[in-house]
């Protein structure tokens, strides 16, 4: 019976708020749920972008059934120290 068995994987987001995943998602194997959380990254990035691009950093969780972090993927946005002489120029043309 054990060849049966599917793991479950759980992708948590913490952007602020938790978005905890209580459903799961049943995988192959945890290199199957860290592309299935890159991808996960993408939709989010695509549907977020502007939230995203006024510098909020946010990351994912991934937990097996035990909830035991397998691996995180954080999301950081850094200005560079050039951005600061842009700033206050924007609307001044």
Not at 27 to 37: M, T, Y
Not at 52 to 60: E, K, L, S, V
Not at 63 to 71: G, H, S
């Amino acid at each position: 019976m054990a060849e049966n068995y599917v793991p479950r994987f759980f992708f948590n987001i913490y952007d602020g708020v938790s978005m905890l995943d209580d459903a799961g998602t049943e995988l192959a194997d945890w290199q199957e749920a860290r592309i299935q959380a890159i991808e996960f990254a993408g939709a989010i990035i695509k549907d977020e972008a502007k939230r995203i691009a006024q510098g909020a950093d946010w990351h994912i969780e991934v937990t097996d059934e035990r909830k035991l972090v397998l691996f995180r993927f954080d999301f950081i946005t850094l200005e560079a120290p050039a951005l600061s002489s842009h700033r206050g120029k924007e609307g001044a043309s």
